[in-house]
């Protein structure tokens, strides 16, 4: 009956047209899927490690070569991924900063983790000139966030770079104080840090470089070596209420006073930055501090407390139930090593980015691109017309590329290139891995 009215609809011209296409489409997959096979097989490079492998024609949704694609790897920063598609799915045009009511002569604000206050790319301050033209006296009210200060699974011996600032409810300029080199000293910004910097007495060391005591905010530097000209360095600070509080009223010159106050489920908004450009500030980067902050961000939009691993959850639950593996997502940088994907998870997650945002120009904005922009400028040549746009994550030992991929022919392919458990240099590894995606842009 179906045949009949095949038939009938497109003649016999037309079914053999079709199966013709059908035939031809078949034939392109299975070469690609032998050929790419075999540089796998050819590669010394490739083949003394843990490699994941999953590459998906992006507008047919059919998945062409596999690699071990559904086993797990730890994906560093290729969890932003994750965390752009709940931002996605959850903020709408802008970020929301702080929650607030009046009351009387007063205004009491709770934070919501926004990332952007005073960040220092997206320089955003909308919502503090909220506060410095209110009339009323101000009050900031803390405890909407109940985690740790670090992610599950963070290693507590990166406290002083500056990709593991601290996580808080109300985070201002990134969390990070920023030390240059002046006329003969150090300088130090935020300026509220100037008298708790000073020279280490007990010798010299090779490199300079300003460290922080463990659990204080008090930063040392080596007295008998000379400080390097142009020299910057961006630094966590520990993070408290008393410090939030004296950096704020610093920043809006006015007093802000401390109430503790459960916020009332009528507590009004205050945006701040356009959400686009803080999820391209992540992205392209691949910023630690805005992924974690954003899931407090994402927590607000549905719940009275900031807690990252309840937005993971509800994302999970609501958002990714289809992905044909159970990904274990513990943070938003990607930072932690207990995070686990599989590539094909991650091709998956990538196809339903793009039928969201549905405009691929825009897409590709909001990510790396090969040779030009962001985590992947180096990873291929320099060019006008990149390729690849998608994210790295690397940790130590760890070194991973998921994205798009645009052929010469035009076709668009999702994939994901996961490395785990390598001892090979990683630039030896990143000229192996721009070879295979090199190659399906040319070939395919």
Request: a positive charge; proline letters at 5%; one cysteine or more.
């Amino acid at each position: 009956m179906k045949i009949n009215k095949l038939f009938k609809l497109t003649g016999l011209n037309g079914i053999v047209l079709l199966c013709v296409l059908f035939t031809a489409g078949c034939a392109s997959n299975r070469r690609i899927e032998r050929k790419v096979g075999q540089l796998f097989k050819n590669s010394a490079l490739l083949s003394n490690h843990p490699v994941g492998f999953a590459l998906s024609d992006l507008d047919k949704g059919e998945m062409i070569y596999q690699k071990d694609a559904d086993k797990y790897f730890i994906p560093a920063s290729n969890t932003k991924l994750f965390t752009f598609y709940g931002g996605l799915k959850l903020l709408s045009d802008s970020v929301p900063s702080l929650r607030y009511i009046e009351k009387g002569d007063s205004l009491i604000f709770w934070g919501t983790g926004d990332p952007s206050l005073l960040q220092s790319r997206i320089k955003a301050d909308h919502a503090l000139k909220v506060l410095s033209a209110s009339k009323k006296q101000l009050f900031f009210s803390p405890g909407r966030y109940t985690g740790s200060f670090y992610g599950l699974g963070w290693s507590w011996d990166d406290y002083n770079d500056y990709y593991q600032a601290e996580i808080t409810e109300l985070p201002l300029m990134d969390n990070l104080l920023t030390v240059k080199s002046g006329p003969g000293k150090l300088s130090i910004s935020p300026a509220l840090f100037n008298e708790c910097l000073s020279e280490d007495s007990a010798g010299a060391a090779s490199t300079f470089n300003v460290v922080r005591n463990f659990n204080e905010n008090i930063w040392h530097f080596p007295a008998r070596t000379s400080i390097p000209a142009n020299y910057e360095q961006q630094i966590p600070y520990k993070t408290s209420t008393a410090l939030t509080l004296s950096l704020l009223a610093d920043t809006l010159h006015r007093k802000v006073g401390l109430i503790h106050m459960e916020m009332p489920a009528m507590a009004k908004t205050i945006y701040n930055a356009p959400s686009e450009q803080v999820l391209r500030e992540m992205m392209l980067p691949s910023d630690n501090f805005i992924a974690e902050q954003l899931l407090l961000v994402y927590a607000n939009q549905f719940q009275s407390r900031l807690n990252g691993t309840d937005a993971i959850r509800y994302i999970e639950e609501k958002y990714l139930a289809g992905l044909p593996d159970k990904p274990r997502w513990v943070d938003g940088s990607g930072l932690s090593r207990m995070d686990l994907f599989t590539p094909r998870d991650i091709v998956t997650l990538l196809k339903m980015i793009d039928q969201h945002i549905n405009n691929r120009e825009k897409l590709f904005s909001l990510l790396p691109a090969g040779g030009k922009t962001g985590t992947l400028k180096n990873a291929y040549p320099a060019t006008d017309h990149p390729f690849v746009y998608g994210k790295t994550g690397s940790l130590s030992n760890i070194y991973n590329q998921s994205g798009y991929l645009i052929s010469k022919k035009g076709r668009t392919f999702s994939f994901s290139f996961m490395n785990n458990n390598f001892v090979t240099p990683v630039a030896e590894l990143k000229k192996e891995m721009a070879k295979v995606i090199t190659y399906i842009h040319d070939t395919f």
